[in-house]
Every structure is written in C-alpha cells, then in structure tokens.
C-alpha cells in the first residue's frame, strides 16, 4: 500500500512540474467595461471572464475562443509591492490589444481583480492555455 502512495505522489508531482515548466511569462494590465464589441465576437456578450490579446499570442485573430489560466506571479512597479492574490483565473480571448499594448495579455477589470490588486495596474504572470 505504500509503494502505491509513494507512486501516486511521484505522479503528481510530475503533473504538477510539467504544468509549470509549460507556463508561459508575461504581464497583464486591465480593461474597463463596456467589453463590446470585440474583435472576436462583435456585439456577443461573453461574460466578464474575458481578455484581450497583445500581439504575442493574438495569430492573427487564431487567439478568438481560447481559454487561458492567468495566474499572478509579482509586482512590476512599486506602486503595490505585493499585488497577488493566491488565486489564478480563466479567461476567454475575445478581443485585440493592439500594438502599444501595455500587456502581453489584458484583462477584465473583474479578471485581473481576481487574482490581483487593480491598484498595480500591471502585473507580473504566468499563462497556459486550457
């Protein structure tokens, strides 16, 4: 029975490393409402779990519809020197940030409040694809 419990952590751990060593780098800044209309959706309302894409993950609007886990990794100025919260996010792509874009990805103001204080503004991350 032990070695089955010593396996199924070792497992687990694995999972876990794997799941982190994919994690992408970045940072994130936030939107404000209205959300429409978006470059994906026009006039579709898609909730407020949403965010926009910088260049870096946009493909040419290949980006439209995917999910992402957002997770906060640490401050970018000292404005809030600590600004996560223990938490990630997931988020649907329906917009474009365009080029001047202050994010690799841009959140939600409800998004980024999840998983980090609004006063940072801007936000070191991690992000994978679900």
């Known amino acids: 029975m032990g070695v089955i419990i010593r396996d199924l952590i070792m497992v687990t751990m694995a ?3 794997i799941s982190v060593a994919n994690a992408a780098q970045g940072t994130a800044t936030y939107y404000t409402p209205p959300y429409v209309p978006s470059s994906c959706y026009g006039y579709q309302n898609n909730g407020v779990m949403i ?11 290949a980006a439209c519809g995917r999910m992402y886990r957002v997770r906060c990794t640490g401050a970018t100025n000292q404005g809030v020197p600590q600004p996560c919260k223990s938490t990630s996010v997931v988020v649907k792509i329906v917009d474009y940030c365009p080029p001047g874009c202050q994010g690799t990805i841009d959140l939600s103001q409800e998004a980024f409040s999840v998983i980090a204080n609004p006063d940072a503004g801007k936000i070191k991350i991690e992000y994978t694809q679900v």
């Open 51 to 61: 965010a926009a894409a910088s260049d870096v993950i946009w493909g040419n609007r």
């Open 15 to 17: 999972i876990c490393l």
